[in-house]
């Protein structure tokens, strides 16, 4: 069993979660939208996107659904900061984002 393996099963305990509510699959989906969205939007953004798509597979979205949307916006979002004139087929989510990118903002 690897490091994140044996974290993320004593993570799910300490949570009460029961074992195993995370699969390998599963995991590799989440780090790879983490990934993404930390290199198309800002890396604090990574940890906070997680958390978010968590709790909308906790409300009943399924992982791939949820990570999809997610990955589509995290790869407009990259786009916008790139090309700035591109049209916002995100809705206010994206438009509301203007200016340079900052660490935290």
Known sequence: M????????AVSAGLGLGPGPLGTADSKAVLDLA???AHAVDRP??????????VAVGRGLALP?????VRALAEAWG?????PALPDSYGA???ARTG???RYT
């Open 93 to 95: 989510a994206v438009s």
């Open 2 to 9: 690897s490091t994140l393996e044996e974290w993320t099963a």
């Open 45 to 54: 953004a990574a940890p906070l996107t997680a958390f978010l798509l968590g």
């Open 79 to 83: 786009a916008r900061e790139v090309h």
């Open 100 to 102: 340079p990118r900052s």
């Open 35 to 37: 990934r993404d969205v």
């Open 65 to 69: 659904d949820a990570s999809g949307r």
